[in-house]
């Protein structure tokens, strides 16, 4: 039985290795890559003044704290500042010119682009969000101007051009 007994206690365990598959390309709308891209256009037409942000004011945050009634000082003008003073602040982490980490500074890119999607949403943007491309834009535009130029001058010359006369032919 002793045999029996040292049978029973071999034990051979095993791994099974599972086979991890590539997962599959997600299926998002933006990448990071465009994110960052809408932000940086946002931010720099904010900044530029193309765009007008009507961040919620102290009336309008008034209305939804009635407790705004009972205390002397209002907690909504505390709430509009904090709002001005938070976007700014998330600006100043994505311009560098707040030390941050790299969370921190992908925290506030996202949190940017949840403001304009909300700001967006609540029609609170004025004006029009451009690109900021516009300076290669702008490059390729003068290029195609100067272009058109030349050819209207090579076709103003064509047109205007004395014509040689034809040698007459004489008779035979």
Known sequence: MSKNNAEDKKVISVRIKRKTEPKPESPLLYSEKDIRRFV???VS???????????????????????????????????????KEHYVDLLSIIAGTKPSSTDEQEKAIDEV?????????????????????????????????????????????????PKKPKPDKPVS
């Open 40 to 42: 940086s256009e946002f």
């Open 45 to 83: 037409s904010w900044i530029r003044g193309d765009i007008i942000i009507r961040f919620p004011t102290a009336a309008e945050l008034a209305k939804k704290t009635p407790l705004s009634i009972a205390f002397p000082t209002d907690p909504s003008v505390n709430a509009e500042l904090k709002i």
């Open 113 to 161: 682009f949840k403001m304009l999607l909300m700001f967006r949403s609540a029609n609170r943007i004025e004006g029009k969000i451009i690109s900021n491309d516009l300076e290669k834009r702008i490059q390729e535009l003068e290029k195609t101007t100067t272009n058109q130029a030349k050819l209207v001058e090579q076709i103003t010359a064509f047109l205007f051009t």
